[in-house]
């Protein structure tokens, strides 16, 4: 489909979803403004184009091509039994699992937490009014000009929702898994979180987009996070859906007074992964600290755009992204940081490394900084190089083999990204994960 | 052990080694000397198979087999080891990690079980008391931020722990302290045996008073101009290398 027939057939599908909404056992009758005024703005600025300099290194139209019908819940006996032993990366007592993009009571342990705590279906909340999510909802993430929110904002149905009132701090990270699976047909799904922190509250989320099997899905993900002054939010995401999987995905961040927000994003799966990160600095004295790791092989293509905003004064953010690219694969970065005319005493830093492992791949880098401001600290650079040769040697004459000795050395290179997750997150498994990936795309040198 | 017939090397198209003839037995010590840009670091490079070193003529037999057919990782599992003159910087790999990995490698072409990590930290810490080396150092990179001498002991450990047939030193002496080079020949001396051959290389006599080699040859422009047996170390010494290159024909 070009645009234009794309377009048509997702507001087509979305008056498919709005027939069914009005019908009272539907499970997402609510939210009706909201959807009504996303789907409007999609219906005016549709999807973007490779015309548009957001997307300037990512072309949609592997997506565009397929009509991704939403994909179907399935009933909790049925999912038990099509996910086996599938690994979920996360502690079966705190978890909440979405099964293609719904929670699934079944799989699902809401973790033991102070009291005023919620960690919960957003879909739950939204049937029974929940002020604190009407209060936030849809009010960060902007879809006036990008498509993608625009649908997802239409499309909610269900999500995590996480409330930790004042002061109340969570110290074992809560888990959001989103297993998408193929119910008749290449299917989209829409998963929505909101986080939201009280003043000095702390937690950690993790977020983890899994496929069942190596089919053709979608998913077109929003989180919204709200964090208070001096509060503290650990945010790691883990997208390791199948090489057949399309991911959009957003993070929106504001950031009140003297809170520390840090992001881990991990992406290692899907044909087309684009992962957006946008960081609100909205108080004095705020620090932001984003770590990124994306590793590609094969055809895949994995865009990490990520934008942080110091509006307010006194506010520091630290970025670090490192890429690996083997086979023919292609990454993408594209950082921005703007300093706000206010944002006096800004202090900035930005870093990404990439490591090509073979001929065939390839990566566009692009750090941007645009400061209005002239009493500031910001700095920023990337790197785009091969393996070590001497290290490369110095290993083999100990008598590793090559392709061994080259996934050692992209270990180290990846290493310390995954160094900075917590330990409570479950970095030894995701240290596993990341080895695994390494090795299987350290073996293709991208001749096809 | 070595044969080594004729040898002839380049690098980026200029010819170093320029006929290069020498034979190693089990359980000799074979030093090779000569001044800067004689070819002894080439020699030992070519030995183990690093890239950008072309062999243009003659060969190399180890234990009856063609060397220069092989990869560098295979060299090593044969049993070959070459003791950097810059061992290199490992950034987010651990030493420990490093080491198992390469003993495992070698074990396992050697027919030998891999190790559990009781077994393997054992020997680690046996191999470490030899070269007398912090234990501190196996929780970080390999190599990052080690002291000169703390890189020449770790390549000590690792040819310890990798237990090779034939080492080749590449001036494991430069940028060593007395103490430090006290504690790295003692470590080379404790390896020596019948059954192990070793070529130390260096341009200066001073290591030679720790590791009494069998036999020492001068290299002089990518050839052997001169062997004979320890004491002509200390004649070099004396007299300088512009000794051996005034006796030469056309010199």
């Known amino acids: 489909m070009d645009v234009i ?17 009005a019908t009272a056992a539907a499970p997402a009758a609510w939210g009706g403004a909201i959807r009504s005024g996303a789907i409007s703005r999609f219906a005016a600025a549709g999807f973007p184009g490779v015309r548009d300099e957001e997307w300037k290194y990512t072309s949609i139209a592997p997506i565009l091509d397929v009509p ?28 909440l699992v979405f099964i293609n993009g719904r929670l699934s009571s079944e799989l699902s342990t809401a973790p033991r937490l102070p009291a005023g705590v919620e960690a919960g279906s957003l879909a739950a909340a ?32 269900d999500g995590g929702f996480i409330f930790v009132p004042a002061g109340v701090v969570i110290e074992e990270p809560i888990h959001l898994v989103f297993v998408a699976l193929s119910a008749d047909g290449a299917g989209v799904c829409y998963p929505r979180n909101l986080i939201v922190l009280e003043r000095g509250a702390e937690a950690s989320v993790v977020e983890t987009y899994l496929s069942l099997e190596r089919s053709l899905h979608f998913t077109n993900g929003v989180t919204e996070a709200v964090v208070g002054e001096n509060c503290r939010l650990e945010h790691i995401k883990i997208q390791r859906e199948s090489e057949e999987a399309f991911h959009i995905g957003t993070l929106q961040v504001q950031m009140g007074r003297s809170s520390r927000f840090t992001s ?16 609100a600095l909205e108080g004095e004295g705020g620090d932001c600290t984003l770590n990124g790791l994306y590793i590609a092989g094969g055809r895949q293509h994995i865009d990490n755009h990520t934008r942080i905003d110091h509006v307010k004064p006194h506010c520091a953010s630290r970025e670090l992204y490192k890429g690996v690219l083997g086979g023919r694969a292609r990454g993408v970065f594209n950082g921005k940081i ?23 791949a390839w990566v566009d880098t692009k750090p941007q900084l645009e400061i209005h401001n002239n009493d500031v600290k910001c700095s920023h650079g990337s790197t785009i190089g091969q393996v070590d040769q001497d290290a490369l040697f110095y290993l083999r004459s100990r008598g590793i083999g090559r392709s061994a000795a080259c996934a050692l050395l992209t270990q180290g290179f990846a290493g310390d990204v995954v160094a900075r997750l917590p330990d409570a997150a479950g970095r030894a498994a995701i240290e596993d994960r990341v080895r695994e990936r390494l090795e299987a795309i350290s073996g293709d040198n991208g001749a096809s | ?93 651990s030493t420990t990690y490093f080491l198992k990995a390469a003993l495992n ?58 237990d090779p047939k034939l080492a080749v030193l590449d001036e494991t002496d430069s940028g060593l302290d007395i103490d430090a080079l006290r504690i790295v020949a003692a470590g080379v001396n404790a390896l020596r045996g019948p059954e192990r051959a070793m070529i130390v290389i260096t341009h200066y006599q001073r290591l030679l008073g720790y590791i009494v080699p069998d036999y020492v040859h001068v290299l002089s422009e990518g050839r052997i101009v001169k062997s004979g047996g320890k004491e002509l170390a200390l004649e070099l010494e004396e007299k300088g290398y512009s000794w051996i290159e005034e006796q030469q024909p056309g010199a």
């Open chain 2, 105 to 162: 490698a070698v074990r396992k072409h050697r027919g030998l079980p891999e190790l559990d990590a009781m077994d393997f930290l054992g020997l680690v810490k046996e191999k470490m008391r030899l070269v007398e080396m912090d234990q501190a150092l196996m929780n970080r990179p390999v190599n990052e931020g080690f002291s000169g001498g703390e890189k020449k002991r770790n390549e000590i450990l690792q040819m310890a722990m990798l």
């Open chain 1, 338 to 360: 703007y300093v706000h005319k206010a944002a006096e005493k800004s202090d900035a830093k930005q870093t990404n490394k990439n490591l090509l492992l073979s001929e065939g």
């Open chain 1, 68 to 95: 991704f019908n939403p994909a179907r819940s399935l009933g909790d006996g049925l999912v038990r039994e099509r996910l086996g032993q599938l690994d979920l990366g996360a502690p079966v007592e705190n978890r």
């Open chain 1, 264 to 279: 881990h994003s991990l992406a290692l799966g899907g044909a087309l992964t684009r992962n957006d990160i946008d960081v």
């Open chain 1, 126 to 157: 939204m049937r029974r009014s929940d002020a604190r999510v009407a209060s936030h909802l849809a009010r960060y993430a902007n879809y006036d000009n990008q498509g993608f929110v625009a649908l997802n904002t239409a499309f909610m149905e």
């Open chain 2, 1 to 93: 052990m070595l044969v080594i017939k004729n040898l002839h090397a380049n690098v980026a198209g200029n010819e170093i080694l320029r006929g290069i003839s020498l034979t190693v037995g089990a359980g000799e010590v074979h030093a090779v000397m000569g001044p800067n840009g004689s070819g002894k670091s080439t020699l030992a490079n070519v030995l183990a198979g690093r890239e950008g070193y072309q062999v243009t003529e003659g060969a190399v037999l180890y234990q009856g087999k063609d060397l220069l057919k092989m990869p560098p990782e295979e060299r090593a599992r044969e049993g070959i080891f070459l003791a950097f003159q810059y061992p290199v910087e490992i950034p987010g790999v």
């Open chain 1, 5 to 21: 027939e794309a377009k048509k057939f997702y507001l087509a599908r979305y008056a498919d979803f709005e027939r069914a909404l």
